[in-house]
Each structure stands twice: as C-alpha cells, then as structure tokens.
C-alpha cells in the first residue's frame, strides 16, 4: 500500500491541495474554490477530490496531513474574534489603549488606529506587584481575582487574558490566576502572558496575550469543525497546523496558541521557496507570493529565512517567533477603484472567491486585477483552471471599460492602468524588505509563485531591476508543496539582562541551557528520534542605551570568551549593515535569549530530471494576440503547454505558459529556461 502525505494550503480565493509519495517523494497538485463560510468544507472535499482526480489513492493512505490556514488572520482583519475580558496589575489596564503613544502614521492627522479588543469596562485591575527581579512586592488578591472572575463571566466574556508586570521573570501570579479561573470560570478560554511571550515590553507582551485570547475560541471552534470533516473522509493521520515562524505544530497546540498562526499561510510559501531556490543553486532570493487577495514578500540570505522575534499585525504588535514576511493588499482579486482626487487605486479591497472578479460571472461588477489580465489576454480569457473553470472575456471587458470611461481612457489603457499600479504596490513592498535595510534587490533571485505571482513577475524583476526571476514546477501550490518540507517546530525565549562580558558568561550559559531543557521536554512530547533533533540558539543584542535589538545567531559550543568575541563581532557587523555603522567602543548588552527547536520529518523530494528528448514545438498549444504596452498593440504569442516542458527547453519571450495552478508571462527580450528540477530560471 503507497503512502501519502498531505498538505492544503487555504487561501481567501482557492484551496491548494499537494499530494506526495512519502515513499518516493513523487508529488500530485490540485486546486479547488474556497469556501469562505466553512473552509473545513473545500479542504475535506479537495483532498478527496485531488487523491481520486489525480489517482494517488484512497483516503486511508494518507499517513500525514498538513494544513496552512488564514483563519485566524482574518478573523484578527475582520475583528471577529471571540469576546474577550483582561485581568492585569493594578494601575495598568489602559495599557492596551496607551500603547507606545505612536501614530500609526506621524503625519496623518485622520489615520485610525485598530480597533481595541478588550473594552474598557471588561479590563480588571488586581493588587499584585513583582519587582524587576522578581521578588514579590504585593502578593496577589485571591479574592479579586475571584470577583474579576466573576464580573466577567456575567459579561460574557468566551476568554480571558492573564497579564502582570514582570510575570515573564516569575510567572507563579499568572499561574495562580489560572488555577482560580479554572475554579470560578472553567469554560472560558485562558491565556496567560508567560505562556505565550516570556519577554520584556510590557505593551508588546499586553498585546500578544490578548491577540491569542481573541483568536483562541475562533481556532478552536474550526478545529473543532476541521476534525470531524477529516475523520468522515477517511482522513485518520496525525494533523498539523502551519506556524508563523515556518514549522508545523499539532492541532492541539494551535488551539492553544492561535497567535502563531496568525501568518501560517504565507510562512509555509517561503519555506517552500528556499527548498525549490536550494536545489537550483540560489541561495539569496526575494520571495514574491501573490494569490487572490494579497501579496507577501520576504528576503532570503545564504539560504536561511530572518526570524522576526516581534512583527505588527494588521496594527496589533505581536511578540511571536514569525518569519519575516511583508504583506499588502494586491491580489488578482484586488478591486480597482478611483479615489477621492479621481486616481486609479488598486486593493486592498478583494473580490475574494465570491463574488470573484467579474470574468467568473457570479455577480460582482467591479473590475479586478485578474479582470485585467483577461482583457489583455495575459490570462487564458475562456477559462482557467486547465478547463476545469470557465470565464467571460466580455464582462470583464465591460467592467474594465466602465472605469476607463471615468479615467478618460480606452480599455486596453485603462486595463494596462491597473496592471501597473499593482506591479508598483508590489515593488513598494519589496523595496521595503530590501533597500531599506540594505539590501540591493539586484543581488537576489526573484521567486514567483502563488496564483498571480508567476504572471506578474516579468514586470515586477524589470520595475526593481531584479536580473532573474525563478518560477518553480507548481508555482499556484508552492505554500502546499512547503508544508510537506517543512519540520515540527517551536520556539523558546526568555528575557536577561546582562552585559556581553567574560562577568556574564556563567549566567548567560545557565539560561541557554535552561531553554535547551525545555526543548528536550518538547522533543520527548513529541516522540522525535534524537537523530532528527536540533537546537539553533540566537540573542537579541543591542547597544547599551537602545531600545531595540538585533538577533544575531550563536554558534554551538560552550558559552565561553572565544564565543563573547564572536557574538559582538556578528553584531556589529550586522548593526553596521543595518544602520551604516558601528561604535566598537561602545558597551553591548545581551536582551533575549532564543532558541529553535526542529524536530526533523520525512520531507517530499523533488528529484532532478534529464534533458527533454523531444524539440520545444511539441509543448505549443495555440498562438494568442496579447496586449504588449512595449508595443501598445496586441501581437500573436506563443502559449505552452508547462506539463510539456522539459529541462533544457528554452522559450523566447514574448511568450505565455499556462498550467492548471498558475499562468507565467515572459516579456519581450526575455528567455525562460527550464532546469533539471522542471523550475523555469526568467532572464533578460
């Protein structure tokens, strides 16, 4: 009996199912609509789809079932997460409404800032007080913590969050608050700050409690929904949920700690793109994920993604392990609209998957991205999907020619318009991850993927400069493809501050040793072979009298003076690269300790393959006019078959190739070459 491993990527506009021989390592793609209102319904009923379409097998061989989700996302975008009440140190409950004392934006004086989580009158003070080093100032009030109790569940409250001054030195308040919820409110949903973000900043330690405490309830309900759907499939393997930082954890931990899902579907998307980059020889790339509603982009150097130890979300800032993945609002659903001064804008509002944009013919009447693409003839304009979805050129048409008429222009133009806007809120963001912490993106490969990525890379490379563009084998599945090549993780950190000298070296060893402790205890729950167990350890450093770090990474070995000397050197370095210099005569402190730990599993192979024995015209479909804005006309050009590309085929551009996940546009004076691992390397 063949065994299958499984992962499903649920995005806003499809669900992308990968399907891998765990013996072998041989992969199978399909893609299905989402399903907005329950999307455990299109992940249960596409992976029975995809095993019995592409012939894989049946439902019982799946021995591992991964699934990137944006449920908690959206749920934090759309402020739907579940009531939720606060107790915290007397003095402090406006400290979630206080924050940093920043605008969003310094110069905008109507800007809004996110909508709170916890109201005011669900906020409850109790008198307790740590020290800064722990020692107790005021024991905590039983008896208040039982009437907040009490008061909240009257309120309704479905969660509690549990935050104290200092409790990440000396978590046994928190603790106790739990212990008394546990007797006085058993059903609520409890977070306590320790659990979930053990370091210093109390409003970023604030925020991160009370977004898991938001979240938490709206996890667990869709678990509580996935496991049944799974189970009536057939579908009986050990299940895992993608986590921001790359890994995966079980279902049972994410209903607990819902805030390191917060970016699980993009997180597995660069996973998947270092793997692919790796085997073609790159290890400096721009990762550029572009599906429906939204586009992430993030920066790889030598073959290693950056961690973020603290990241804002959609405006709340969360002191989560996260890799760091920049997000906006462009899809090939993103709506395009005029402004108040009668400018052509693009997103961040989506179509989504329904209504979708006008060329599905489901209603909506708004032009979209994708709707561009149709009336230039980038995109097939009778269908998508290979077949399986058909479209209407002529709706599309009209819409795009409904926003011309009020722009002044004809169709092509305004339809070109929108294109272009969106390329350049795509090079915004990139610029972001790159020039502006000194990097030159011309140094980095370009990998294309996500739904839309691959159609809007050519502009995108030629917008930045970006010399080569790297599209993978299935670039529409790569975020599904990456969580079956990616490891169990988690992450372990604990604030101490102390001088980077030979004085600290006892104490700096004492508490790695104490985090490596608590990643054994892990590695055991979670029955890894000690040969598949790994630990990188990493401190946030900064200059004595900042207020922000740098993560620089620690080498193995005992924490000693030769280790000291390493550690300033990387951060100076850094600090150098990151701000344009370094003051060696200054005084560094060591802030947060971290550590990774991976539990290594059995990953989908992707095997090189030998040269095409057959001449690239076998892999033509038809020829198609296609609105070219080098030329301002439509010319005929040549449409591939990608499942008839071989390693060594070489395409001119202009040219388009199409596959049932993705659809991928070379521009004029470009070539796109096919590697031995069937990734498409776009130059020129």
Not at 270 to 287: D, E, P, R, Y
Not at 500 to 519: C, K, Q
Request: net charge negative.
């Amino acid at each position: 009996m063949t065994a299958w491993r499984v992962g499903v990527d649920s995005g806003g506009t499809f669900t992308d199912i990968c399907i891998a021989d765990a013996d072998t390592g041989a992969i199978r793609v399909w893609k299905v609509p989402s399903t907005p209102d329950d999307p455990s319904q299109a992940i249960a009923d596409g992976v029975l789809e995809g095993l019995s379409e592409t012939g894989a097998g049946k439902p019982q061989e799946v021995v591992y079932f991964g699934h990137g989700t944006t449920v908690a996302t959206n749920a934090l975008i759309q402020h739907r997460g579940a009531p939720t009440g606060l107790i915290t140190t007397q003095g402090f409950r406006d400290l979630l409404e206080i924050g940093r004392q920043r605008r969003p934006h310094l110069y905008d004086l109507q800007c809004d800032k996110p909508p709170l989580l916890v109201r005011r009158h669900l906020r409850i003070e109790v008198p307790e007080r740590l020290r800064y080093d722990g020692r107790i100032e005021t024991p905590i009030d039983e008896d208040a913590v039982r009437t907040a109790a009490h008061t909240l569940k009257s309120a309704g409250v479905q969660s509690v969050a549990v935050t104290f001054l200092y409790a990440y030195i000396d978590p046994r308040h928190e603790a106790r608050v739990r212990a008394i919820l546990a007797e006085e409110f058993p059903e609520a949903f409890v977070t306590c700050s320790h659990e979930v973000a053990p370091e210093f900043r109390e409003f970023e330690r604030l925020s991160t409690t009370v977004v898991n405490a938001y979240l938490g309830p709206v996890m667990a309900r869709y678990i509580e929904r996935l496991g049944p759907r799974l189970d009536a499939a057939g579908l009986s393997g050990p299940r895992h949920i993608t986590q921001s930082n790359g890994g995966v954890m079980s279902f049972a931990t994410a209903r607990e700690q819902a805030v390191r899902t917060v970016l699980s579907g993009p997180a597995t998307g660069v996973v998947g793109a270092m793997k692919v980059a790796a085997l073609s020889g790159f290890s400096h790339i721009i990762t550029f994920d572009m599906g429906g509603t939204s586009t992430d982009v993030s920066l790889i150097e030598n073959g290693r993604s950056k961690l973020a130890g603290e990241m804002e979300v959609h405006g709340y800032p969360l002191k989560t392990p996260m890799l760091d993945i920049h997000t906006v609002g462009a899809g090939g659903g993103s709506i395009a609209h005029l402004d108040s001064g009668g400018h052509l804008k693009v997103g961040p509002r989506s179509a989504g998957s329904v209504p979708g944009p006008v060329c599905y013919g489901l209603g909506n009447i708004e032009a979209t991205v994708t709707d561009a693409n149709v009336v230039l003839q980038t995109l097939n304009p009778e269908y998508l999907l290979a077949g399986r979805m058909r479209i209407d050129r002529a709706k599309a048409e009209a819409a795009v020619a409904a926003l011309a008429d009020r722009l002044g222009l004809d169709v092509m133009a305004a339809a070109q318009g929108i294109v272009s806007v969106v390329t350049a809120n795509m090079a915004k963001a990139i610029r972001l991850i790159s020039v502006q912490r000194g990097h030159d993106p011309r140094d980095y490969t370009l990998v294309a993927f996500g739904g839309a990525g691959p159609l809007h890379a050519a502009r995108l490379a030629r917008e930045l400069d970006i010399p080569r563009i790297l599209v993978p084998r299935n670039p529409g599945i790569l975020c599904a493809l990456g969580l079956l090549m990616t490891d169990l993780q988690t992450n372990y950190a604990q604030t101490r501050l102390l001088p980077v000298t030979p004085a600290s070296i006892a104490t700096m060893a004492e508490v790695f040793a104490d985090l490596e402790g608590r990643a054994r205890t892990w590695f055991e729950s979670e029955t890894i072979a000690v040969k598949d167990q790994h630990i990188r350890r990493s401190l946030d450093m900064r200059y004595r009298g900042q207020n922000h770090e740098l993560s620089i990474a620690v080498p193995n070995g005992k924490v000693g003076e030769t280790l000291l000397a390493e550690l300033r050197q990387g951060f100076e370095r850094q600090h150098e690269q990151m701000y344009g210099y370094a003051a060696p005569e200054e005084p560094i402190e060591a802030v947060t300790f971290r550590i990774e730990a991976i539990g290594a599993v059995r990953q989908a192979r992707i095997e090189p393959r030998t040269a095409a024995g057959y001449p690239l015209g076998d892999a033509l479909m038809v020829k198609r006019d296609v609105w070219l804005a080098e030329s301002g006309r439509f010319l005929s050009c040549p449409v591939y078959d990608r499942e008839k590309l071989g390693p060594r085929h070489r395409i001119e551009g202009p040219a388009i190739i199409e596959q049932m996940d993705a659809t991928t546009f070379v521009l004029p004076g470009q070539t796109a070459t096919v590697d031995a691992y069937l990734n498409m390397i776009l130059e020129g």
